[in-house]
């Protein structure tokens, strides 16, 4: 019996690995979601900290950043980690969105001894920051998020481009 149970479990690992090169070659939301669910058991746990405008894990809601210009986070992840999701809830429109807002930038606080490449897929609320599951690329890094300047408060929208 346990040999079945061994068997069967190396066979979900099997499975799961398969799963996860799927989720290279095709990114949409239900492979996300689900690298972000059953995947996310496997490859470890990553630990977002949000600092601006709120201290914790909990992300800031739409009215703790209304009219701010930044958030900061700091996460911390593993290796084997290949998915980062910070909550800004900047509530980005479709345009600000393809003019490629939030724009983010990841700095190497400690651990890694690798600097892993990044890539980054936007919504309205959240920030995805994909990495490589490679040996040295875990550790503690500081994420900057910056929503586009026309949502923050004192721009003056009514301004022409170029005026004071």
């Known amino acids: 019996m346990q040999t079945k149970q061994l068997i069967g479990f190396l066979a979900a690992l099997l499975v799961l690995a398969f799963f996860s090169v ?23 746990t990553v630990t977002v ?6 201290q914790g894990t909990s992300a800031p809601t739409a009215a703790q950043v209304y ?6 986070a700091q ?8 998915v ?5 809830n900047f509530g ?27 890539t980054y897929s936007n919504t309205t609320n959240t920030l995805t920051i994909g990495k490589a599951s490679t040996s040295g690329t875990g550790g503690t890094f500081d994420v900057l998020v910056w929503r586009p300047p026309t949502n923050q408060i004192g721009v003056n929208r009514n301004l022409p481009s170029g005026s004071a």
């Open 84 to 88: 980062i999701v910070i909550t800004h």
């Open 92 to 118: 980005l429109t479709a345009q600000e969105l393809l003019d490629l807002f939030p724009f983010a930038i990841v700095n190497n606080v400690s651990g890694a001894t690798t600097y892993p490449q990044y």
């Open 75 to 82: 996460v911390n992840c593993a290796d084997t980690d290949t």
């Open 67 to 72: 009219g701010l210009g930044l958030i900061t």
């Open 49 to 54: 900290t949000y600092e601006t405008p709120i």
């Open 22 to 44: 799927a989720l290279v070659v095709h990114h949409d939301l239900r492979s996300l979601v689900w690298a972000l669910t059953a995947f996310s058991v496997l490859a470890g």
